[in-house]
């Protein structure tokens, strides 16, 4: 799934039909189509239960690698679970280099994305923002939600402290 970019392939955005953003995917990678369709962990809660399910990161979309100038790229629109490329005029509309590959590069085989792929138990971090910002503690867990819980040294106590990923940095 991660060859580099060859000369004349990009990446564009395909709109998908409600909740039918894998059934799209499907059928684009049964066309011979190269596609990404990065996915999250979330929490959804039914008949009083909660339970943990994927979801597409970008809800109604996915991408699509394409050289326009040799892929047959309008049959995409035609494709089960595909409302439209994203187009401008006549066109599809690339998206800037990079956006896509940081994606997957973030992301594990299943396409599951990880925004903190530097954070791992056991190391020491710093936290960054918000009123314990400055400390240093040891990384105690992580998970895909970007949930994190850190032990912090407070008066001679280790505390554990729940927060987000986006606040903590390598110490």
């Known amino acids: 799934m991660t060859r580099g970019n060859v000369a004349g392939k990009r990446w564009f955005a395909v709109r ?3 909740n039918r953003e894998h059934r799209a995917k499907r059928q684009l990678d049964q066309q ?6 990065p996915l999250i962990e979330k ?4 008949a009083r239960k909660i339970k943990r ?12 690698e394409l050289d326009l100038s040799k892929d047959q790229w309008r049959r995409i629109n035609s494709t089960y679970g595909v409302s439209c ?20 590069e ?8 990880d925004f903190s792929p530097d954070l791992r138990p056991g190391m020491s971090v710093q936290m960054i923002s918000g009123p314990l910002s400055g400390l240093v ?8 939600r970007g949930r994190v819980e850190v032990l912090l040294d407070i008066m001679g106590q280790e505390i554990r402290v729940t ?9």
């Open 43 to 46: 929490s959804v809660c039914h």
């Open 137 to 144: 503690g040891r990384l105690n867990r992580c998970d895909a």
């Open 16 to 18: 998908t039909q409600p």
């Open 163 to 171: 927060s987000n990923a986006k606040v903590l940095i390598p110490a």
């Open 85 to 104: 490329l994203i187009m401008a005029g006549e066109r599809p509309v690339g998206l800037p280099p990079g956006v896509v590959e940081l994606l997957i």
């Open 106 to 113: 973030l992301s594990k085989d299943s396409g599951l994305v």
């Open 32 to 37: 011979q189509f190269r596609t990404f369709l």
């Open 53 to 64: 399910v994927r979801a597409a990161l970008f809800p109604g979309y996915l991408f699509v």
